[in-house]
């Protein structure tokens, strides 16, 4: 065995100042490839939102909220609230639950490559489905079909990128990920803002053209390196080998490579990953899995970017402002990642979560406030509150796209050992979209029944996970992802949970 007798952890020592290389353009190059699956994602979330205000659409597939929508005495907060609408959006992301968990055995016996195909091929006949679709039925196949697409790509891209990626940039290239998100969500509202004046058909475009970052995805998988972590899990050390000095930029990689084979010979040992990561000694990461993807989404923040142009709509926008006013939160999110990427390996992660964290809580407030002074049913706000309300929630989403919005994936994928790695990105996604299909389901009836009060919820659960970050999470900045379990073992309270080297 390369690195001796090893514990719990995987690994027999701490050794990351061992760990030799640079940023190759192999690196780059993979990364930004494998990215594109989070443009996937991104673009969904906000196409979804915008195809929803087009009256094309609605009067095809949802006729009664076009109805609704035309009513002028209907509940300003009630026009969109219908449940197969809200199906429509919410099917994806039950889909990619279940799909989720499925692409976890995929991703550790065939490779992160595998599943990245996978959920691109899936993807790209969603997106035809969706575009050529003729009546509800076919629209919610292809929606579960982009569903399944999603969860194989959110399992494996963030494992690829986080594996590839040297430990002290490893933050900030494993952000390309949410960088490739929020560009997704930026280009679906503008091609939105172009499409919705080719009615009745501009729709089918919007939908269609998901299969664009689709196509780049399953083709790029196809090209890239296997993750050197992947390949010696699967018993090819040479291949690994090879493939690690080639990212890395250099033959002296002994350390990380002899931390990747000890993490491996545990991992192989573990024959039920997902069984395993209910032992004690796995507790602190099982609980960041589950918890760290769910307050992501109790932010609020899909509520503005699945529903935004219904949202504006709602709030008394014109057509043409409210999809305009969408594009510019998608613009503030795309670009708001690039603050996180420059500063999440110098100032860490709790740094940017809890900063964030305070921002939104009162950006969420402030919104509350705003409507409920100054809009209630069948009445329209000023257009200088309109633009302070817009103001505000790009506030909140400048906050939320340094903060929450990035590190609720990268955390997640760099604190699991490698043995039950593909086990722990699962439950990520999983939780992820588990919470994702409740908001999307429940938001439009919840913004009839909780009106401006359904901002102060939120509000209230970004203080809560604030206060959980600082007192729960330790900072993972710098350290390798084969090393992350000494971190536990040092927390003031992981420690007393975590059992010692000798302990089952």
């Known amino acids: ?63 009664n909220v076009y109805k609704q929508k035309q009513h002028a005495h209907e ?39 595998y599943s990245i195909i996978c959920g691109g091929t ?16 076919m629209l919610i196949l292809g929606r579960i079909m982009l569903g399944v697409g999603i969860g194989f790509g959110n399992q494996a891209v963030p494992l690829y990128l986080s594996e590839m990626a040297p430990t002290h940039l490893r933050g900030g290239l494993n952000m390309m990920f949410q960088l490739a998100t929020t560009f997704g969500i930026f280009t679906a509202n503008m091609i939105n803002f172009g499409t919705q004046k080719l009615e009745p058909w501009g729709w089918r475009l919007s939908l269609g053209l998901a299969a664009f970052p689709a196509v780049i995805m399953t083709v790029g998988g196809m090209l890239l390196h296997e993750t050197p972590n992947s390949l010696i899990e699967r018993g090819m050390q040479d291949k690994g080998r090879k493939v690690l000095e080639k990212i890395r930029g250099t033959h002296d990689v002994n350390a990380e490579f002899e931390d990747m084979v000890d993490a491996s010979e545990l991992a192989n040992s573990i024959k039920h990953p997902f069984r395993n990561i209910l032992e004690k000694r796995n507790r602190p990461q099982l609980v960041m899995a589950v918890c760290l993807p769910a307050f992501q989404i109790l932010t609020g923040v899909n509520s503005i970017l699945f529903y935004a142009p219904v949202l504006f709509q709602s709030m008394g926008f014109g057509g043409n402002a409210s999809l305009y006013s969408s594009a510019l939160t998608g613009a503030v999110l795309c670009s708001s990642t690039f603050i996180s990427i420059a500063t999440v390996d110098r100032l860490g992660r709790r740094f940017l979560l ?31 509150m309109s633009a302070l309300l ?16 990035p590190l609720g994936w990268t955390i997640p994928s760099e604190i699991f050992p490698l043995e039950t790695r593909s086990a722990g990105q699962s439950i990520t996604v999983a939780v992820n979209l588990l919470f994702t299909f409740a908001i999307a389901q429940s938001f439009l009836a919840l913004l009839c029944s909780l009106k401006f009060g359904i901002f102060l919820f939120f509000a209230g659960w970004i203080c809560f996970m604030t206060g959980f970050v600082y007192f729960f999470l330790p900072e993972t900045k710098g350290v390798p992802i084969e090393e992350m379990i000494f971190l536990w073992k040092k927390h003031w309270f992981w420690k007393r949970i975590v059992p010692g080297d000798t302990e089952a």
């Open 122 to 137: 899936c993807f790209l006949v969603g997106a035809t489905l969706n575009a050529a679709a003729m009546n509800l039925a």
């Open 390 to 405: 817009v103001v505000v929630i790009c506030m909140f989403v400048l906050a939320f796209g340094w903060s929450w919005g």
């Open 75 to 113: 509940s300003n907060y009630c026009k969109f609230d219908d449940q197969p609408l809200a199906a429509f959006t919410s099917s994806l992301y039950l889909a990619g639950l279940v799909a989720s968990l499925l692409a976890s055995p995929v991703t550790r016996l065939y490779g992160r490559r």
């Open 1 to 63: 065995m390369a690195g001796g007798s090893f514990g719990p952890a995987g690994v027999a020592k701490e050794r990351a100042a061992e760990y030799k290389g640079r940023v190759t353009i192999s690196v780059i190059v993979a990364c930004v490839v494998a990215a594109v699956g989070g443009s996937i994602f991104g673009y969904d979330i906000g196409i979804s939102g915008g195809v929803t205000s087009m009256d094309g659409f609605l009067k095809k597939f949802f006729p």
């Open 354 to 384: 809890i900063s964030g964290g305070i921002v939104m809580s009162i950006c969420q407030a402030i919104v509350a406030v705003i409507l409920g002074l100054k809009f209630g049913d069948n009445q329209h706000m000023s257009k200088g």
